[in-house]
């Protein structure tokens, strides 16, 4: 059983930095893409970036483009989204996911809240004040 687990989320204020982490414990050999989703308070959860876990291929949501950058680690079992310039309206829990054969690209366009990804974490609360 894959099971992720997010950290490094916080209060920060508007213009700050911040890298969260997801780490997968257990085996990744049946992992083809790995991606972070985002939940803002009242909302629907959204697609933030993904990656290819073999291939490393990213992609990522107009809104985050060219302020985070998603990488991942293959011997550390870990996954990263350096989160730069934050804004207000990136507060939201952020979740990592993972699926064994849904491609990185096709996670950047798929619905999360009605498509069934295979292993979710718990999520990390990032707060950006104004």
């Known amino acids: 059983q894959v099971q992720l687990v997010e950290s490094g989320g916080g209060l920060v204020q508007a213009g700050d930095s911040l890298r969260l982490s997801c780490e997968i414990s257990?085996?990744?050999?049946?992992?083809?893409?790995i991606a972070w989703f985002r939940q803002a308070p009242g909302g629907e959860r959204d697609f933030v970036a993904s990656?290819?876990?073999?291939?490393?291929?990213?992609y990522y949501a107009d809104s985050v483009q060219g302020r985070f950058t998603i990488s991942r680690d293959n011997a550390k079992n870990t996954m990263y989204l350096q989160m730069n310039s934050l804004k207000p309206e990136d507060t939201a829990v952020y979740y990592c996911?993972?699926?064994?054969?849904?491609?990185?690209?096709?996670?950047?366009?798929?619905?999360?809240?009605?498509?069934?990804?295979?292993?979710w974490g718990k999520g990390t609360l990032v707060t950006v004040s104004s």
């Open positions: 996911a993972a699926d064994r054969a849904i491609t990185a690209q096709a996670l950047s366009v798929i619905d999360p809240n009605s498509f069934d990804i295979d292993y």
């Open positions: 257990a085996h990744t050999f049946s992992i083809d893409s």
């Open positions: 990656i290819g876990w073999w291939h490393g291929y990213t």
